[in-house]
């Protein structure tokens, strides 16, 4: 069965600085999807980004980029130039290609400190 | 506005009170699905349905129930609520042919079974 994992359950980071929120994950699949999302305070989860596993050019949003490293399992979020606003849980989830379930890891919870 | 709305936000009841969930979208989008959302266990799925009438079992299914009668709505029951069913629930959509991009998600439901 897939998993993920969110071996940080608690990050803090210098505004204006950058972090890096780590994410592995198990598979046997070769073509996936791959996504980190965002949840503040609100309670609402907000997608940040996303990785097609064929793709080998790592996805870039803005401050938000990955590290996809496939031989590895990994994918890991760097956020730059940190913002306060920036302060949430963040989930690494992963999606096997033709079904339909989202498989989330435990979360990462990011400060930013001023 | 495109969006996943859930009803209550915020609901506490007490053990073996039948209670609905509510969840309606207005973005004509086939796929629904429930999950919860627990400390240190990240994001579960409970149910999906692909379109009307068609609904599945996810990852933690016991002590639920789904209905799709109409396409906007997914009702989540639960018939006898237990305290181990406190939790975080969000409802997610998305329309099929963009099942790979991610969900769009409610704001989230925080019940608690006393």
């Known amino acids: 069965a897939q998993t993920v994992t969110q071996s940080q359950p608690e990050m803090s980071v210098q505004e204006a600085e950058t972090v890096t929120l780590s994410c592995t994950y198990d598979?046997?699949?070769?073509?996936?999807?791959l996504f980190w999302y965002k949840q503040p305070p609100s309670r609402q989860m907000i997608l940040v980004i996303r990785?097609?596993?064929?793709?080998?050019q790592n996805a870039t949003e803005n401050r938000f980029s990955v590290n996809f490293q496939k031989a590895a399992k990994s994918f890991s979020l760097k956020i730059s130039d940190s913002q306060l606003g920036d302060a949430a849980m963040y989930f690494c989830?992963?999606?096997?290609?033709?079904?339909?379930?989202?498989?989330f890891g435990t979360g990462t919870r990011l400060q930013v400190f001023p | 506005e495109a969006q996943v709305t859930q009803n209550p936000r915020y609901l506490i009841t007490v053990t073996g009170k039948k209670l609905t969930v509510t969840c309606s979208q207005n973005?004509?989008?086939?796929?629904m699905s429930w999950y919860r959302q627990d400390p240190g266990l990240g994001l579960r799925q409970i149910y999906y349905?692909?379109?009307?009438?068609?609904?599945d079992k996810g990852d933690v299914p016991e002590g639920y129930k789904v209905s799709r009668k109409e396409k906007r709505n997914f009702p989540l029951i639960l018939e006898s609520p237990s305290p181990n069913q406190t939790s975080l629930y969000f409802c997610?959509?998305?329309?099929?042919?963009?099942?790979?991009?991610?969900?769009?998600f409610g704001s989230g439901t925080r019940l608690t079974v006393v």
């Open positions: 997610a959509s998305t329309p099929l042919e963009r099942i790979a991009y991610g969900y769009t």
């Open positions: 598979t046997s699949e070769s073509d996936y999807y």
């Open positions: 990785q097609e596993a064929y793709k080998q």
């Open positions: 989830a992963y999606r096997k290609k033709r079904t339909d379930k989202l498989i």
């Open positions: 973005m004509n989008h086939e796929y």
């Open positions: 349905s692909m379109n009307v009438e068609v609904t």
